[in-house]
């Protein structure tokens, strides 16, 4: 079975500017998470979807980020313009409905100068 | 805030048993213990849950206690690529899942 893969692995941006990122989870899994992780700390949730609708977005700094998954599959996280406290890595998980664990990708780990 | 508190960290040496505690004493009755782990620079990986009951899989046994305040993880015989951090979460339905600062397993040849 494919795990839930994450481009790209790595992004280098300046302040100021757009940087996004995709999530692709595992077959069949209707739920999906987009988490931020700061380095030395555990990760934290930025939104969830439950197959194409938001489910919770309360800790997404939404004048800057914004997320979708318009067909209730795939992902995309955006961040526009980024600011220097950004850089961390963003972490994509998905899970089947409601039980069970959460199964996460690499990570994409973004630098913002 | 995560409603689950760790030890920062733990050593243990190879091929012992490693046990990992996690105080949950204000978890509700519909939540979840679960356990997962990172591995440095890889996302965190599911490693087990249980409601009331002990539970065990092919990585890891949990065990809670009676009044469910508190749950350990045994990790039966640690190898050096059991080190990682170890995260203990108390959810119900996979719903606003809260990591804390989680316990650095360090297994020791």
């Known amino acids: 079975e494919a795990g839930v893969a994450q481009s790209p692995r790595y992004k280098i941006i300046e302040k100021r500017q757009s940087v996004a990122f995709w999530c692709n989870p595992i077959s069949g899994h209707a739920t999906l998470y987009w988490y931020q992780q700061i380095l030395g700390q555990g990760p934290k949730l930025l939104i969830q979807?439950?197959?194409?609708?938001?489910?919770?977005d309360s800790q997404l700094p939404k004048d800057r980020f914004s997320a979708e998954r318009l067909k209730g599959v795939d992902s995309t996280l955006k961040i526009q313009p980024a600011k220097l406290e950004d850089s961390a890595v963003y972490l994509c998980?998905?899970?089947?409905?409601?039980?069970?664990?959460?199964?996460f990708g690499p990570g994409t780990r973004l630098t913002v100068l | 805030d995560a409603k689950t508190t760790q030890p920062p960290s733990m050593d243990c040496a190879e091929g012992r048993a490693a046990n990992l505690p996690c105080n949950h004493s204000?978890?509700?009755?519909?939540?979840?213990v679960y356990w997962y782990r990172q591995i440095h620079s890889q996302g965190p990986q599911y490693i087990i849950h249980?409601?009331?009951n002990n539970e065990t899989n092919e990585m890891a046994s949990l065990i809670i206690t009676e009044d469910r305040k508190s749950s350990t993880l045994i990790l039966p015989h640690a190898t050096l690529r059991d080190t990682a951090v170890y995260y203990c979460i108390a959810i119900y339905n996979n719903n606003d899942m809260r990591f804390g600062a989680g316990t650095r397993l360090t297994v020791k040849p």
């Open positions: 998980a998905s899970s089947l409905e409601s039980a069970g664990g959460q199964y």
């Open positions: 979807f439950q197959n194409n609708g938001v489910v919770d």
């Open positions: 249980g409601l009331k």
């Open positions: 204000t978890i509700s009755g519909n939540e979840y």
